[in-house]
Antibody
Framework: QVQLVESGGGVVQPGRSLRLSCAAS????????MHWVRQSPGRGLEWVAV????????YYADSVKGRFTISRDNSKKTVYLRMNSLRAEDTAVYYC????????????????WGQGTLVTVSS | DIQMTQSPSSLSASVGDRVTINCRAS??????LNWYQQKPGKAPELLIY???SLQGGVPSRFGGGGSGTDFTLTINNLQPEDFATYYC?????????FGQGTRLQSK
């Protein structure tokens, strides 16, 4: 069965960096675009970034553009989110999610979610 | 970015009721509208995609409708396990946005 397991969350000071990882199993990882979505009490669900199946295309939310970088290693079936210059407002549970279609395109909706990893930005 | 507005923000209902949740997009999104259910401490789950298509395994009491800018999620014969928070999400743009959520509570 499809599994997405996030790791790398924790408490970090403002201005510092953190890298999240998401290990995938149970499907042909290299065929699917992957997204990160975050959720904080004050801001609900917020889409963060997407990467195409082959890593050639990336899109970012305006709130993280220039600070966060999404990447993937298809040989390791893992997607990453590098977060730099972290701010208090980046505090959230970060979910790794799978795009629904197996092709070179994005459907931009999500059929499988990880359990989430909590990032807390605080001094 | 396309703004998504849900109404109401919260809703109280009883088992067996029919409830409707609304979602409005700030510009036309055709049928690129999806609905998720989230229970406390859990990740969201896809219920409806492309405005009205039921995701596999989702009970038929859930239904979606609308196109353009106005959409609805309807739950018929509300069951105890349906009390949760519901989110709409547009997939028309590569810059994906969600509604703020509707919390469905037991009356």
């Amino acid at each position: 069965q499809v599994q997405l397991v996030e790791s790398g969350g924790g408490v970090v000071q403002p201005g510092r960096s953190l890298r999240l990882s998401c290990a995938a199993s149970g499907f042909s990882f290299s065929n699917y675009a992957m997204h990160w979505v975050r959720q904080s009490p004050g801001r609900g669900l917020e889409w963060v970034a997407v990467i195409s199946y082959d890593g050639s295309i990336e899109y970012y939310a305006d709130s993280v553009k220039g600070r966060f970088t999404i990447s993937r290693d298809n040989s390791k079936k893992t997607v990453y989110l590098r977060m730099n210059s972290l701010r208090a407002e980046d505090t959230a549970v970060y979910y790794c999610v799978r795009d629904t279609i197996s092709s070179g395109f994005f459907s931009n909706y999500f059929d499988f979610w990880g359990q989430g990893t909590l990032v807390t930005v605080s001094s | 970015d396309i703004q998504m507005t849900q109404s109401p923000s919260s809703l109280s209902a009883s088992v067996g009721d029919r409830v409707t949740i609304n979602c409005r997009a700030s510009q036309t999104i055709s049928s690129h509208l999806n609905w998720y259910q989230q229970k406390p401490g859990k990740a969201p789950e896809l219920l409806i995609y492309a405005a009205s298509s039921l995701q596999g395994g989702v009970p038929s009491r859930f239904g979606g409708g609308g196109s353009g800018t106005d959409f609805t999620l309807t739950i018929n014969n509300l069951q105890p396990e349906d009390f949760a928070t519901y989110y709409c999400q547009q997939s028309s743009s590569n810059f994906i946005t969600f509604g703020q959520g509707t919390r469905l509570q037991s009356k």
